[in-house]
């Protein structure tokens, strides 16, 4: 902890009478940092050296903004107006989380009729098959009317290492709030 502390004096001078100064007191509990004093006579300089001991102490307490690293700031997107990219986004994330689980019955139910007939079921089974060591991340969504797109990267662990794999799923709207993943994977 760093304190500071003004005492007033008065010293004499030989070309004035008595001339008033202050002595500041810088003192740390940090053993590293050393107590300081510093005498003013003029007024002027007086207030210079409280402000750049005040800009210091600012400084030395206020935490760098440099001290977080060099993140990547992203932008604040747009808030979606759109309600359906609601329902969209949950069915992409409970097929994704049939996939995770392995829960192979449940991921079928939210496929379309045009991708469980375009796909081998041996296909699905290979695809929901495997250990439970996996995850997904879903990224924001793009689309309007009843179809959207969402970029999606699928981690898995194969042994030691670790595989990332970047693609998109696409979710429509069949008719009545019924909303289908279109697209693996």
């Known amino acids: 902890m760093i304190t500071l502390e003004v005492e007033p004096r008065s010293q004499h001078n030989e070309f ?3 001339v008033p100064t202050e002595v500041w007191r810088v003192t740390s509990t940090m053993p590293e940092v050393k107590s300081r004093r510093l005498s003013t006579s003029n007024g002027r300089a007086n207030q210079t050296v409280k402000l750049a001991w005040i800009a210091t102490l600012i400084l030395l307490l206020s935490p760098p903004t440099w001290a977080g690293g060099s993140h990547k700031r992203h932008s604040t997107a747009p808030t979606p107006t759109d309600p359906d990219y609601v329902f969209a986004l949950a069915t992409a994330n409970r097929f994704l989380h049939a996939w995770q689980t ?7 139910v939210l496929l379309s009729d045009r991708v469980r007939h375009s796909q081998d079921p041996e296909k699905f ?12 991340e879903l ?16 981690v898995t662990i194969a042994g030691r290492r670790i595989r990332s794999r970047y693609s998109d799923i ?8 019924d909303w289908v993943v279109d697209k693996l994977p």
């Open 170 to 177: 696409v979710v429509v709207n069949t008719g009545k709030n």
């Open 125 to 136: 089974e290979q695809f929901f098959s495997g250990n439970s060591d996996r995850a997904f």
């Open 102 to 108: 392995g829960d192979l019955e449940s991921g079928m």
């Open 16 to 18: 004035a009478n008595t």
């Open 139 to 154: 990224a924001r969504g793009q689309g309007s009317g009843g179809r959207y797109r969402f970029s999606v990267v699928i």
